[in-house]
């Protein structure tokens, strides 16, 4: 394929995913004083852990299938139909073993955790497992469309469960669990039945081969994605057990503003995991996985650096009450989630290539440095160590990755800039950190936008380009 339809694909792709994703972490954005007002910081902080807890368990006790669905149903050597139907095997199998864990420490009181916290945790998995499967599987077959109308009911009923049931019945805490699972059920059932998924059910051939194919490329990946949570979440644990969980309560929300850039990377992210094995190239002859690199990590740099710049201003609109004190710990997350999408462009290279052991090792190293790091620096200096901590952790993945990318694929990028825009980056988030005032950032937001005036000028041209085709 010519590098210019690699580009309009990958365009196309990524628009419609701004529709499916962009719309329902927006709306999650703007549901943030909503949760600031009606929930206390102790509430916020023991639901976070449940809700943390889950994005740990999903990739572990479903042995990371959602990975091998798209990968499997991309591969021209086997059928799409037989990959869901082992997805939907594993989950299944998964659910029951959840379930049956949970009744044991419900009936035992091993753990003091409340029964609809356990629900909750147990509704959250399973439909959680689902969404991620049903979302690759449709990936796959090229019905992005599909979700991103899902993506949107999701959004929607999301919205308007949390209003109904926190403002209209009040119902606290409870009502917040209920909504928090509500669209993402919703958006289940339709992907379910508007992708058509039983009649590919049916027609499966349920071939043990691809079942044993498929475990020997996700199982390894378990680790990465133990590597992630350690890196996103075992923060959370050791703040709350140091500092409480009113401290991890006023950290979970600080998470909030850099969610704005991640919602931006993970709508490119999506595209790119299919463009990254569709048009894999380890000799990359047409430039095209070298320029989309740069032009990503430019856009990804300038961002983190646009939102760190008004971080008090949106903090002020989020945040009630105790909360506000959260901006303090946003620059060093923000700069986190900038390296977090880098690491994750790579990864989609590895994952490409079948080379799922490196994925995994770069991640679980990082996450033994970030878990170091925050046994040394939250006693010392709470959730600021924490912060810093993840940032390091998902640089750590950054760097080791692109050194080891260089036995998978020629990547042409300069890397000379892409180390100076970092730095940059860094003395602005100290900046930031240290003074509430924007004017202390000024310098380093325009010496960035100077760095990379050149890819600015190519990337809107390209844009350009697209929208009259």
Wanted: charged residues 15%; aromatic residues 12%; proline residues 2%.
């Amino acid at each position: 394929m010519e590098k210019s339809n690699k580009i309009k694909n990958l365009s196309q792709n990524a628009l419609l995913f701004t529709i499916s994703g962009f719309g329902t972490r927006i709306i999650s954005f703007f549901l943030v004083p909503l949760y600031t007002y009606v929930l206390s910081t102790d509430e916020f902080g023991s639901v976070d852990l449940v809700t943390t807890t889950v994005q740990l368990l999903i990739p572990v006790l479903t042995i990371n299938i959602q990975d091998a669905v798209l990968r499997f149903s991309l591969d021209k050597n086997y059928k799409a139909e037989d990959a869901i139907c082992v997805g939907f095997k594993i989950i299944g199998a998964s659910s029951a073993l959840l379930g049956v864990i949970l009744f044991g420490l419900d009936y035992s009181g091993i753990i003091p955790l409340e029964s609809n916290y356990m629900f909750f945790l147990y509704l959250s998995f399973t439909s959680g497992a689902l969404n991620n499967n049903l979302s690759m599987y449709l990936k796959a077959k090229d019905h992005v469309k599909t979700l991103a109308v899902w993506g949107i009911t999701n959004t929607a009923v999301t919205c308007l469960v949390n209003l109904l049931l926190l403002l209209g019945m009040h119902l606290g805490i409870n009502g917040y669990m209920i909504a928090y699972v509500s669209g993402t059920i919703v958006a289940d059932v339709g992907m379910f039945l508007s992708g058509n998924i039983m009649k590919d059910l049916k027609s499966s051939k349920r071939s043990d081969e691809i079942a044993r194919e498929m475990v020997k490329y996700s199982a390894p990946l378990i680790a990465n994605s133990l590597g992630w949570w350690i890196n996103n979440a075992s923060d959370r644990y050791i703040l709350t057990y140091f500092c409480g969980a009113a401290v991890n309560g006023i950290y979970a929300v600080s998470y909030k503003i850099p969610s704005i850039l991640s919602a931006l990377q993970s709508i490119f992210y999506n595209a790119w995991s299919i463009s990254s094995i569709t048009e894999f190239d380890e000799n990359d002859e047409d430039g095209f996985i070298g320029e989309t690199y740069t032009a990503y990590s430019s856009a990804s740099f300038l961002a983190c650096s646009l939102i760190m710049l008004f971080n008090i201003t949106i903090a002020h609109i989020l945040y009630s009450k105790n909360f506000f004190v959260a901006w303090k710990y946003v620059p060093f997350l923000l700069l986190g989630t900038a390296f977090n999408g880098l690491g994750l462009f790579n990864g989609c290279i590895f994952a490409a290539a079948k080379k799922t052991k490196e994925i995994s090792i770069t991640t679980v190293v990082s996450a033994l440095i970030n878990t170091a790091l925050n046994f040394i620096l939250i006693p010392l200096v709470g959730a600021y160590g924490a912060a810093f901590a993840t940032m390091i952790g998902y640089f750590s993945i950054w760097l080791m990755r692109t050194l080891r990318l260089k036995s998978v694929i020629r990547m042409n990028v300069n890397w000379k800039k892409q180390v100076l825009m970092m730095i940059v980056l860094l003395m602005q988030c100290i900046a930031a950190s240290a003074n509430e005032s924007f004017l202390y950032q000024l310098p380093f937001v325009l010496l960035l936008f100077v760095i990379q005036r050149k890819t600015i000028l190519i990337i809107f041209d390209k844009l350009v380009l697209l929208l009259k085709r």
